[in-house]
């Protein structure tokens, strides 16, 4: 079956400007997770889904960033007035339940976007 | 200062070897996940474990929970090992937080 697929997987941007990250999660899981990597250092959180309700969102670095899910599959990472220190890979992962439904599940990985700002 | 920490940051072995990577977090976590990354950035999960061992394969993954331990062995070391092996703890809000990760190579 379908991993958990994000897009684009490279994205060139111009410092200012407005980007878009998609993340399809794997059919059914109820929680979703947005990391980020920057070059040489492990992923740190940003924010987390269950359903479609923003379960915690303590990681995201300032109000420029903001995601959502409104249907309760695919999320949207949204970066406004994009600046050199947002380039990293976003990396986007889902599990079956999360914490709501019991938690402690495996969490499954997309292959991450590579954001790059100029 | 990062929670979780590991060691050592870059490792190097021959072909056949037995491989430790330690990692060591601060404060009481519901679980600890072992996670390998290859170049070009995807991210496999190897092992979540709360206490106890678990074995998989060349792998196995122990955790102290007294210690706020954990140490991942690879056992007959092969090049197609060479990867980023990552822990990260599981706190109570079901956010991983993860350690900077241990740089294996391999060579035959």
């Known amino acids: 079956g379908a991993g958990v697929s994000q897009t684009p997987s490279n994205k060139v941007t111009e410092k200012g400007k407005y980007v878009e990250l998609r993340c399809d999660p794997i059919s059914g899981h109820t929680a979703l997770y947005w990391y980020r990597q920057s070059l040489g250092q492990g992923p740190e959180f940003l924010i987390y889904?269950?359903?479609?309700?923003?379960?915690?969102d303590s990681g995201l670095p300032n109000d420029r960033f903001f995601a959502v899910r409104p249907e309760g599959s695919v999320s949207t990472l949204k970066i406004q007035r994009t600046e050199r220190g947002d380039s990293a890979v976003y990396l986007c992962?889902?599990?079956?339940?999360?914490?709501?439904?019991?938690?402690?599940?495996?969490?499954?990985f997309g292959p991450g976007t590579r954001l790059t700002v100029l | 200062k990062n929670e979780v920490e590991q060691s050592p940051q870059n490792l190097t072995a021959q072909e056949g070897e037995f491989i430790t990577i330690n990692c060591s977090y601060s404060v009481g976590i519901s679980a600890l996940h072992w996670l390998q990354q290859h170049p070009g950035g995807g991210i496999v999960s190897l092992f979540m474990?709360?206490?106890g061992k678990k074995k998989h394969g060349r792998l196995i993954a122990t955790i102290n929970i007294q210690e706020k331990h954990s140490s991942l062995h690879i056992t007959a070391s092969h090049p197609r090992d060479s990867a980023v092996y990552i822990c990260a703890a599981r706190y109570n809000t079901d956010k991983l937080i993860f350690g900077t990760g241990t740089r294996l190579q391999v060579f035959p």
């Open positions: 889904f269950q359903g479609t309700g923003a379960a915690d």
């Open positions: 474990l709360s206490s």
């Open positions: 992962a889902s599990s079956p339940k999360g914490l709501a439904g019991g938690g402690g599940n495996e969490q499954f």
